[in-house]
T-cell receptor
Framework: GEDVEQSLFLSVREGDSSVINCTYT??????LYWYKQEPGAGLQLLTY?????DMKQDQRLTVLLNKKDKHLSLRIADTQTGDSAIYFC???????????FGTGTRLKVLA | SAVISQKPSRDICQRGTSLTIQCQVD?????MFWYRQQPGQSLTLIAT?????????ESGFVIDKFPISRPNLTFSTLTVSNMSPEDSSIYLC???????????FGDGTRLSIL
């Protein structure tokens, strides 16, 4: 089956960088996404990367994709308390439109 | 991106009753989806809402329990029928402009069944 794994928790100090990791199993994934879920809210699309890319940078966010290892990461530079949330990665496999979501990583930013 | 409104935002219901959740988008979208997020869990796709035809359900979800309507390209409803405490979850609507476009989510409906 398709499993997308993430670490459950990450704690960082304000101003440090955060790195959230995601491991997926379907090598035919076309797009990979990062979403943020704050308490009481839905999912906010942060960024995404196409499978033929290795890296994508968007302001404080950097996405790295290692297709060989089926590993995706999200780096948040200069992490702020407002970044505290749950972060989900999601993959879409070739020929489908269905997302497979990761287990979610709860990021806590300490002041 | 599209503005997605979901109603109600939360509700507390008695077991055995049904609740209909609405999802309204401010622009026409090709694809609309309904997800369930159980407490502390990730998202599970319930079904794809198809405009003008029956929804496409995922394994483990059936139309009798989760009837879905999609009368046009901007609106869909999900009904949770004959509710039990196990149905206590967040139900989320998402939309995409096309099959290769990112999905955008509503704020969800937080449902508790007593």
């Amino acid at each position: 089956g398709e499993d997308v794994e993430q670490s459950l928790f990450l704690s960082v100090r304000e101003g440090d960088s955060s790195v959230i990791n995601c491991t997926y199993t379907d090598s035919s994934s076309t797009y990979l996404y990062w979403y943020k879920q704050e308490p009481g809210a839905g999912l906010q699309l942060l960024t995404y990367i196409f499978s033929n890319m290795d890296m994508k940078q968007d302001q404080r966010l950097t996405v790295l994709l290692n297709k060989k290892d089926k590993h995706l990461s999200l780096r948040i530079a200069d992490t702020q308390t407002g970044d505290s949330a749950i972060y989900f990665c999601a993959e879409v496999t070739s020929g489908t439109y269905k997302y497979i979501f990761g287990t979610g990583t709860r990021l806590k930013v300490l002041a | 991106s599209a503005v997605i409104s979901q109603k109600p935002s939360r509700d507390i219901c008695q077991r055995g009753t049904s609740l209909t959740i609405q999802c309204q988008v401010d622009s026409q979208v090709t694809m609309m989806f309904w997800y369930r997020q159980q407490p502390g869990q990730s998202l599970t796709l319930i079904a794809t809402a198809n405009q003008g035809s029956e929804a496409t359900y995922e394994s483990g979800f059936v139309i009798d329990k989760f009837p879905i309507s999609r009368p046009n390209l901007t609106f869909s409803t999900l009904t949770v029928s004959n509710m039990s405490p196990e149905d206590s979850s967040i139900y989320l609507c998402s939309v995409a402009a096309g099959s290769n476009q990112p999905q955008h989510f509503g704020d969800g409906t937080r449902l508790s069944i007593l």
